[in-house]
């Protein structure tokens, strides 16, 4: 490997501690998230609307995400690859009992609300 060129897993990471090999959490990723890591954070800057295709990250610093893994897989529409209604309502409640306590009404926004 030439000096120039850098693994996708190695950005950002001072060289000392560079894997000799990709972990394998990062292995398999398609060729849109490899270039994805293969940016410098110095080099990052906001897109503007226009520039947005199919992501609404790093637009608008107000556009605030909270993602919740699971163990499991949640069941989609295998037509629409949609969740389901009844895995909509559920989630929905789940993140109601757990989070929404927490803030205010007028500053949760859902999916389903908005489209």
């Known amino acids: 490997m030439a000096d120039t060129e850098i693994?996708?897993?190695c950005?950002?990471?001072?060289?000392?501690?560079w894997p000799?090999?990709?972990?394998?959490f990062l292995l398999n990723l398609s060729e849109r998230e490899q270039k994805l890591l293969?940016?410098?954070d110095?080099?990052?800057?906001?897109?503007t609307w226009p520039e947005v295709r199919k992501i609404p990250y790093?637009?608008?610093?107000?556009?605030?995400?909270?993602v919740v893994w699971t163990k499991f897989d949640i069941p989609d529409d295998p037509d629409t690859q949609e969740l389901t209604s009844a895995m909509r309502q559920e989630i929905?409640?789940?993140?109601?009992?757990t989070f929404h306590r927490a803030?205010?009404?007028?500053?949760?926004?859902?999916?389903?609300?908005?489209?």
């Open 7 to 9: 693994p996708y897993w």
């Open 11 to 17: 950005y950002n990471l001072p060289r000392d501690q």
């Open 20 to 24: 000799a090999e990709c972990p394998e």
């Open 38 to 40: 293969s940016r410098i």
């Open 42 to 47: 110095e080099e990052y800057q906001r897109l």
């Open 58 to 66: 790093g637009i608008d610093e107000r556009i605030v995400h909270l």
């Open 92 to 97: 929905d409640a789940y993140v109601d009992r």
């Open 103 to 115: 803030v205010p009404e007028e500053n949760v926004s859902r999916k389903s609300e908005a489209s």
